[in-house]
């Protein structure tokens, strides 16, 4: 049994819902270069309503899922320009997980769950709760942990299987279609003001992806002090726009300085300037 990888270069994590094989959620990037998700085979399940599910017989194919997840060959279209890419990966499953993913499979399917209502005592209402026995109960808990742990391991060294390459197209991809978000929701607002509405979501989170400013893309910026005069300024600000004082010191160190030496550091205009002599009658002799 092979794996597929999908990769997610963007700052927002990606939810796919396949009716037939479940639900999947591509991770973000946050702290690192891409989020990953391992796309594995599963059955395919049909929902006949009122709690009713058919297993089909064939499997799902983990290239299919994965294609289904980027949007290749659907209606939805690629999903690729979010940020979504499918690897040329398709990493084979060790024999040890691929064992204990079947061990816990055959054990559910002989052990299905037991339950029943009771009436809570306090509530008055019916509350469902486990009848298994404990034995089933930590066999069914031992059995998952291991498939975890196993699958941990396995997609740590998936990571190392995506290429720089691909990561760099994702970036292309992502990258382009922000910038033509930004173009649409400068468009959309600098036309009739009714209809700056419909710039949504998807233009501001392009906007701040790029770093830009936008009126219409509020982003809140944490302020300190002006070390001169007190003002509330952006911390990477060069000149202090209400004081005119340089920050080229950095706010923190100015801030430690004594008042006179940051004076001098801050105001060096103030101290270049020759001095005045004052000339008249009796003056300058």
């Known amino acids: 049994m092979s794996v597929s990888l999908v990769i997610n270069v963007s700052n927002e994590s990606y939810l796919h819902h396949n009716g037939l094989s479940g639900l ?19 059955s395919e399940i049909q929902d006949l309503g009122e709690g009713r599910f058919v297993a089909r017989p064939e499997w799902a194919h ?28 398709h990493p084979d499953v060790p024999r040890d997980l691929e064992k204990a993913i079947e061990e816990e499979r055959n054990y559910l399917n002989r052990h299905p769950a037991r339950t029943a209502y009771e009436k809570d005592e306090v509530t008055g209402a019916a509350v469902l709760v486990s009848r298994e026995p404990d034995s089933m109960r930590d066999k069914k808990i031992e059995l998952s942990a291991t498939v975890a742990i196993l699958r941990e391991a396995f997609e740590d060294d998936c990571r190392g299987l995506v290429t720089a390459a691909e990561v760099a197209q994702a970036k292309a991809n992502l990258q382009a279609e922000d910038q033509r978000l930004l173009a649409e929701g ?23 992806r790029l770093g830009q400013e936008r009126v219409w893309c509020y982003i809140a910026v944490q302020l300190v002090d002006c070390p001169g005069c007190g003002a509330k300024i952006k911390e990477n600000v060069l000149k202090c ?45």
Request: hydrophobic share 35%.
């Open 186 to 208: 400068d468009q959309i607002w600098a036309g009739p003001e009714a209809g700056r509405v419909n710039v949504n979501e998807r233009h501001k989170g392009a906007c701040i």
């Open 62 to 89: 983990s290239n299919d899922i994965a294609k289904s997840i980027v949007g290749i060959g659907t209606d939805a279209g690629p999903r690729m320009k979010w940020g979504l890419l499918l690897c040329s990966a």
């Open 241 to 285: 726009p209400a004081c005119s004082g340089w920050l080229d010191e950095g706010v923190t160190v100015l801030a430690k300085m004594p008042p006179k030496e940051r004076r001098v550091k801050m105001y060096p205009d103030q101290f270049d300037r020759d001095p005045v002599v004052a000339t008249g009658p009796g003056k300058g002799k």
């Open 24 to 42: 999947y959620r591509v991770p973000a990037a946050q702290d690192k270069q891409f989020g990953l998700l391992v796309v594995y085979d599963g």
